[in-house]
């Protein structure tokens, strides 16, 4: 049996988005990871860099356990510290671990049966799996673009 094409591609983008947005992270130093970058805003998770970080990797949880929720009840509220780009690097591996681990018993489901499912998310917003992960993956994108920006103005 071969795992579902659509499932299999969208991960495989957004394992690509991580990579691209880890090496922006790998580029910079400690000090650059914790500057204060935006002290006008609003929004905590636009603050630095590591705020940033920290937000994509807490997001990266919940579309994971959204879901997973299809199979199970268990749900990770991400809340760890990230104080250094090498832990902001590893916790985004783990976020994706996990994030592969949601779909242990979807894999195999034909694209018709997921579409049966959808998630109302927090944000009040409702999508299927596909429109999840897509949403999954352009968050990481327009994070890592907002990075690059907060690099230029410095």
């Not at 299999?8 to 880890?22: K, S």
């Not at 910079?28 to 805003?41: A, G, N």
């Not at 596909?130 to 890592?144: D, M, P, S, W």
């Amino acid at each position: 049996m071969k795992k579902n094409g659509m499932l299999v591609a969208l991960i495989d983008e957004y394992e690509r988005a991580l990579m691209d947005y880890e090496l922006v992270l790998k580029s910079i130093s400690q000090e650059d990871f914790l500057l204060t970058r935006d002290d006008k805003t609003e929004d905590k998770d636009c603050l630095s860099i590591q705020t940033v970080t920290f937000h994509i990797i807490q997001s990266g949880y919940t579309y994971a356990n959204y879901i997973q929720s299809i199979s199970s009840k268990e749900w990770l509220e991400y809340d760890s510290e990230i104080d250094s780009v090498n832990i902001a690097i590893e916790k985004l591996g783990e976020m994706m671990v996990y994030t592969k681990k949601s779909f242990q018993n979807n894999w195999y489901k034909t694209t018709k049966e997921l579409e049966e499912y959808s998630f109302k998310t927090r944000w009040n917003v409702t999508y299927d799996i596909e429109q999840l992960l897509e949403h999954a993956i352009v968050h990481v994108l327009r994070h890592r673009r907002q990075i690059e920006i907060f690099l230029k103005e410095k």
